[in-house]
């Protein structure tokens, strides 16, 4: 099946530091999704991305959706204690025979210290 | 905002038990989904649901759980014979349409199998 990489798995930052982790795929995605959990609690969308190249922003928050379709990047802003937690990417293949599903990445652990 | 709920919050069984995981998802969505997480590990897809039937389903999930959607609300996760390797977080997720395909999860329910 299609496997995701992302990296780094976990970062360690000072309040205020940019902060930047990507995912690569092995084949191609129509859909990137980036997702942030936080302990015990269900991922919650940060940002989804529909078009090769297409550069999207959420707040401090900003993602692009790579031009092969193989890879997207997520970027934090200006970092704050609450943007710690557990960030994931998801690709999809919606559309034709496929009904959605997400393939997750490991995910990136993100600790701000203040 | 609608959201996804999910009931219990935590689900502990012995071995062999049947155990049901129970979801609302968001009420003008028509697409839903369960999905895993092992503790530390990354999340993993098991079915999709459109139209009153499973459209995709990964290996994971076999005949041993079964979907259904009893009501116009609810959503649930049947495990009939779990084992120790089901101990899991179990989310449910929604999306409005599969091309959309903007997944927004539930808070997950935590299954401990003794």
């Known amino acids: 099946g299609q496997q995701l990489n992302q990296s780094p798995q976990s970062m360690f930052i000072q309040e205020g530091e940019d902060v930047s982790m990507n995912c690569t795929s092995s084949?191609?995605?129509?859909?990137w999704l980036w997702y942030k959990q936080d302990p015990g609690e269900g991922p919650v969308l940060l940002i989804a991305?529909?078009?090769?190249?297409e550069l999207t922003s959420n707040g401090r928050l900003t993602a692009q959706f790579g031009i092969t379709r193989k890879d997207s990047f997520l970027n934090i802003s200006a970092s704050i204690p609450s943007d710690v937690g557990i960030y994931f990417c998801?690709?999809?293949?919606?559309?034709?025979?496929?009904?959605?599903?997400?393939?997750f990445g490991q995910g990136t652990i993100l600790t701000v210290h203040p | 905002e609608p959201e996804v709920t999910q009931t219990p919050s935590h689900q502990v069984t012995q071995m062999g038990q049947e155990v049901i995981l129970r979801c609302v998802p968001i009420?003008?969505?028509?697409?839903f989904y369960w999905y895993r997480q092992i503790l530390g590990q990354k999340v993993e897809f098991l079915v999709s649901?459109?139209?009153?039937?499973?459209?995709?389903k990964s290996e994971i999930f076999d005949d041993q759980f079964s979907v259904e959607r009893p009501d116009g609300s609810n959503f649930t996760l049947k495990i009939r014979s779990t084992k120790l390797e089901d101990s899991a977080m179990y989310f449910c997720?929604?999306?409005?349409?599969?091309?959309?395909?903007?997944?927004?999860f539930g808070p997950g329910t935590r299954l401990t199998v003794l």
């Open positions: 997720a929604s999306s409005e349409g599969a091309r959309g395909n903007e997944q927004f």
């Open positions: 998801a690709g999809s293949n919606a559309g034709g025979t496929s009904y959605g599903k997400l393939t």
């Open positions: 009420s003008n969505h028509l697409y």
């Open positions: 084949s191609i995605f129509n859909t």
């Open positions: 991305l529909y078009k090769a190249g």
């Open positions: 649901f459109y139209n009153n039937e499973i459209s995709e």
